[in-house]
């Protein structure tokens, strides 16, 4: 039952990806490049996708963690580091300039993959890529003090 609930909610997210656009990647470069609102060219739709999103979200997990657990898991998982290192920085820093560089970000890059894009065919693979890099990196005995055993990349 859970995978089949999973799926549902893939296919509702992609689908307002697509509407919302955010899979085409020249909407959102258009929106990235706030340098053309004095000429009237910067595209602020994405803004209010982004509004609604966090709004939902908000709402959704003040709702959610009131719960005894959920709905398809024995508990919550959620983080437990408050501190900042090199990789809390380093992360959304590369996921912005692949963002601004691209105009994609990974789930839109995967629905445009459905739509046959040879330029989202390109960054998955790029992403995968970074996804290998990073496991390995992470492995490095100059690095290792960063990972800790409940990272994701120990798993």
């Known amino acids: 039952m859970s995978i089949l609930v ?3 909610i893939g296919l509702i997210f992609g689908i307002g990806l697509i509407v919302s ?12 490049d706030v340098g053309g609102i004095p000429a009237g060219t910067w595209d602020a739709s ?3 996708v982004m509004a609604g999103a966090v709004a939902v ?3 959704g997990f003040s709702r959610v963690l009131k719960l ?10 959620l983080p437990t580091r408050r501190d900042i290192d090199p990789r809390i920085v380093a992360g959304p820093a ?14 839109p890059a995967l629905t445009a993959l459905g739509f046959g894009s040879v330029s989202a065919v390109i960054f998955v693979a790029a992403m995968c890529a970074g996804m ?22 120990e798993t």
């Open 6 to 8: 999973q799926f549902a």
């Open 21 to 32: 656009g955010m899979s085409n990647p020249a909407k959102v470069l258009n929106f990235l």
């Open 46 to 48: 994405l803004a209010f």
């Open 57 to 59: 979200t908000f709402i």
């Open 68 to 77: 005894a657990r959920p709905f398809f898991a024995d508990r919550f998982y």
């Open 94 to 107: 590369i996921f912005g300039i692949g963002w601004g560089l691209a105009g994609f970000c990974p789930g």
């Open 132 to 153: 290998v890099l990073a496991r390995f990196v992470a492995h490095l005995p100059s690095l290792s003090r960063f990972v800790t055993p409940a990272d994701p990349l």
